[in-house]
């Protein structure tokens, strides 16, 4: 139990500490962040996911619940969004794609490890899978209709979530001389992945603010009114409940201003409310794990 702020600030400020420090070294030192990314995500993050699925004391419908509240929440916040726009008379894929899509590895896994335990990463590694297929379908489909559909099976992250539920729910034994590798490069993710994330953010500057605001708005308020949904609609209780609402109101993810940027699509505003939302964030996280107790 979270009982006072003091003690949420101290399971925070070790995240943004490390997005921070990423921030201020890529300001100092002008370092290309490509490979450090694809690195990130190409070996860490599926074997961050494999063991904490492998590892994971999660039944199957929970993990099943989780993923369609992660898909009401990308689709429920797109189709609002999409509405919000149609009624303002405007097309701005930029706007849209980091409204639906949040960032579900680097704040969710540290924080939530840290406040709830490791079994919450294994929960939130279901809105990661959502997000990931979501952003290279969805996502491309919006910016770039030909291209839709192709790009996910590129991510090894897919192969491996897959794999690992399968190796999971069909009781198979994986030898230590692969868990212990696994576990390694494991524990080197969490801190790679923020510095990662601070290092990016080093490289966005905020366009079109009154825009950029409004997405921010919509991410966070219709994220958290899906969440809510999602908990009520889906009866969820307990660390269920506090995965699916802080993933909830998480910040907009980098891929989808990557994405925007790749296919020439209001790159400057998406990567304006991703760095908005992450700054609100500081202020915002500790608000909900005091809530969620």
């Known amino acids: 139990m979270i009982e006072n702020f003091y003690q949420v600030l101290q399971i925070v400020s070790p995240a943004f500490s490390l997005i921070a420090l990423g921030f201020l070294y890529n300001k100092i030192a002008k370092t290309d962040t490509g490979p450090i990314v694809r690195a990130s995500m190409g070996m860490l993050v599926p074997a961050f996911a494999f063991f904490h699925i492998i590892t994971m004391q999660v039944t199957a419908n929970m993990m099943s619940s989780i993923f369609i509240s992660a898909w009401v ?32 590895v680097n704040l969710p896994f540290p924080i939530l490890a840290s406040a709830y335990g490791q079994e919450a990463i294994a929960l939130s590694v279901m809105f990661y899978f959502a997000c990931l297929i979501g952003a290279f379908t969805v996502g491309i489909l919006i910016v770039s209709p030909k291209d839709a559909g192709t790009e996910i099976f590129k991510e090894p992250v897919l192969y491996v979530l897959v794999l690992g539920l399968y190796v999971k729910y069909n009781g198979l034994d994986v030898p230590s001389y692969v868990m212990d590798p696994l576990r390694m490069l494991a524990s080197a993710t969490v801190p790679m992945v923020l510095l990662a994330l601070g290092m990016q953010l080093s490289q966005v500057k905020i366009t079109e603010f009154k825009l950029a605001l409004l997405g921010t708005v919509c991410r966070f308020a219709g994220g958290l009114a899906l969440g809510l949904l999602c908990v009520y609609g889906f009866e969820l209780e307990g660390l269920a409940r506090k995965v ?44 909900m794990l005091v809530w969620l107790g």
């Open 73 to 104: 929440i990308i689709l429920g916040n797109g189709a609002l969004t999409f509405l919000l726009m149609r009624y303002m008379n405007m097309n701005r894929p930029g706007l849209l794609l980091p409204v639906m899509f949040m960032n579900t």
């Open 244 to 287: 699916v609402l802080f993933n909830s109101i998480m910040p907009s993810a980098v891929i989808s201003f990557l994405i925007a940027q790749k296919y020439d699509k209001d790159g400057a505003l998406s990567s304006s409310i991703v760095l908005l939302t992450t700054i609100l964030s500081v202020v915002l996280i500790p608000l």
